[in-house]
């Protein structure tokens, strides 16, 4: 993994063109029914003056007819993951589905707490060691129900999926991972990037598509869904 300093909101704004292609929010809750989503902690990734780069991905929970919980941070966050989750009258065994956007160790860090949960990481949907057939592989979304799908979004890695949450106050909810660094991250993307050929082409899709999207390390942000252009997303 690599890591470059994630590009602030100004920079976006002074002359770029399409950098009124995001907005970044600085609201982590999104009601809606019958499913509401919540950043329960906000990603980062920052180049250190030594070399190194500290990271930690973003975490989300969605409630509603299922609980779901989108990537579990780094093995470092499990005392609060459980913390947060109790402060919203959740246990472990209550998650009723644990989506790994992809295989980094600052997502799925924590899936071993969820042994009772279905469990999604790339392409694989399981419950204990019994895995469920899908077609991610191939392009197509996997259904939760109605309102919930996991959508294979590769690019950063050759499995990541992405969920997409319809119904709530603002529209569709897409939390990517890794598809989106954060709302700026216009170029450091690509050097995160297996294929940025791919990757480039699910951006667009997720940009166009979506409302709100939810990055993998960094603040919600706002799109415009009916832009003509979006090279150099």
């Known amino acids: 993994m690599h890591c470059t300093t994630m590009e602030s909101e100004e920079s976006l704004v002074s002359g770029q063109a399409n950098a009124t292609l995001c907005t970044e929010s600085r609201v982590l809750d999104f009601p809606g029914n019958p499913y509401s989503v ?4 906000v990603g980062y990734c920052v180049s250190q003056p030594d070399g190194y780069f500290r990271a930690d991905g973003t975490v989300t929970l969605v409630t509603g007819p299922r609980t779901i919980l989108v990537d579990t941070g780094g093995p470092w966050d499990r005392d609060l993951l459980l913390t947060t989750l109790r402060e919203r009258g959740l246990e472990t065994g209550d ?3 644990v989506v790994g956007t ?3 160790s ?5 899936l071993g707490l969820f042994q009772k949960s279905m469990i999604v990481v790339g392409f694989d949907i399981s419950e204990g060691d019994r895995y469920t057939p899908n077609q991610l592989a191939e ?4 259904h939760i129900d109605e309102h919930v799908s996991i959508v294979p979004t590769p690019g950063h890695t050759g499995h990541d999926v992405s969920l997409e949450v319809r119904g709530t106050s603002t529209g569709i909810v ?3 991972g890794d598809l989106f ?3 700026g991250d216009r170029e450091s993307w690509q050097a995160l990037s297996e294929n940025a050929t791919v990757q480039v082409v699910n951006r667009k899709r997720a940009l166009r598509n979506a409302d709100v999207i ?10 415009h869904r009916n832009p003509k252009d979006y090279d150099g997303w």
């Open 139 to 142: 392009g197509k979304p996997y």
């Open 181 to 183: 660094e954060c709302c």
């Open 95 to 97: 998650v009723d589905w």
């Open 106 to 110: 600052d997502h799925i860090g924590n």
């Open 38 to 41: 919540s950043v329960l902690k």
């Open 102 to 104: 992809h295989g980094h």
């Open 214 to 223: 939810i990055p993998g390390h960094g603040l919600p942000f706002m799109t």
């Open 174 to 176: 897409l939390v990517a």
